[in-house]
């Protein structure tokens, strides 16, 4: 195998310490949502608690983050759906350059929303701003696709790197003499 892989093989605490960021924010999100939501609702039934007009697009603004940034933690865990029915009957060899060519197709996406979201929550997100709190540009509401864009980008090229490894260990176990199915 070669050096490199060992080289590359060294940012692994990298990725991790990225990974357990994004999670540390869905998480804190989550908890930031539930106390909102908490509140919007029992501010409609006890009179002591006051009723925020902003709670509802606070709200789906911060589901919005957590939608975005869970679906990119899940890319690294290899959590997403995907169609396996077949992948037993196929050699192995196959079966990592199709892995490595959805993650090429992620990878693309990823930057589409990288430059798109990014051209969308500066343009259309800067000359609008939230009903019930004028103040807040809806730049914000637009901002998690980009930030979401940054992190499967980072997470999918962690995923292609161990796809071209494996098809790398794939090979010198062909080569080997070992069979690929």
Not at 1 to 13: S, V
Not at 44 to 62: G, H, K, N, V
């Amino acid at each position: 195998m070669p050096k490199i892989f060992n080289t590359i093989d060294k940012l692994k605490p990298a990725y991790d310490i990225i990974y357990k960021a994004v999670l540390f924010i869905c998480k804190v999100l989550l908890i930031a949502d539930i106390i909102i939501t908490t509140m919007m609702v029992a501010g409609r039934y006890i009179p002591f608690i006051p009723a925020f007009a902003w709670s509802e697009e606070i709200i789906l603004t911060l589901m919005s983050y957590m939608a975005v940034l869970s679906a990119a933690l899940a890319i690294r865990r290899g959590a997403h759906i995907r169609m396996s029915a077949f992948d037993r009957y196929l050699p192995k060899k196959l079966l990592v350059i199709l892995d490595m060519l959805a993650g090429v197709a992620v990878l693309v996406l990823g930057l589409v929303m990288i430059i798109v979201g990014w051209k969308y929550a500066m343009t259309i997100g800067s000359k609008a701003s939230y009903t019930s709190i004028p103040t807040l540009s809806k730049r914000w509401m637009y901002f998690p696709i980009p930030l979401a864009g940054v992190a499967m980008v980072i997470f999918q090229s962690e995923v292609l790197y161990k796809n071209i490894k494996s098809f790398w260990e794939v090979e010198e176990n062909t080569t080997s003499g070992e069979s690929a199915v």
